[in-house]
């Protein structure tokens, strides 16, 4: 992108970043349908299940304020399939939190 356009797009999104979500709690009243999505898997593919990752307790103290947030705001919704599990990833934002 040519240095003109993107400092156009920053400029238009800063001063417009009062209409973007920027917690799951600011969609609320979105339909979930808007953004939902489904994983079609192929049935003769063998299931992957990763050895539970065990975190730090300040760390698991995040991953949970995380996941409650989403559950409170109707984004996910818990589900039992034992045999495909995939650990968190934990990434830190750009200010090293």
């Given at each position: 992108?040519?240095?003109?356009?993107?400092?156009?797009?920053?400029?238009?999104?800063?001063?417009?970043?009062?209409?973007?979500?920027?917690?799951?709690?600011?969609?609320?009243?979105?339909?979930?349908?808007?953004?939902?999505?489904?994983?079609?898997?192929?049935?003769?593919?063998?299931?992957?299940?990763?050895?539970?990752?065990?975190?730090?307790?300040?760390?698991?103290?995040?991953?949970?304020?995380?996941v409650?947030?989403?559950?409170?705001?109707?984004?996910?919704?818990?589900?039992?399939l034992?045999?495909?599990?995939?650990?968190?990833?934990?990434?830190?934002?750009?200010?090293?939190?």
């Amino acid at each position: 992108m040519i240095e003109d356009v993107r400092n156009q797009v920053v400029n238009y999104l800063r001063k417009n970043k009062n209409i973007f979500a920027w917690t799951p709690l600011d969609l609320e009243g979105i339909d979930p349908g808007v953004i939902t999505h489904h994983l079609n898997l192929d049935p003769s593919v063998k299931p992957v299940k990763q050895k539970k990752r065990h975190f730090r307790p300040e760390k698991d103290k995040i991953i949970q304020g995380e996941v409650n947030k989403l559950l409170s705001a109707g984004h996910i919704k818990e589900i039992q399939l034992p045999e495909w599990l995939s650990n968190v990833v934990l990434v830190p934002k750009p200010s090293g939190k």
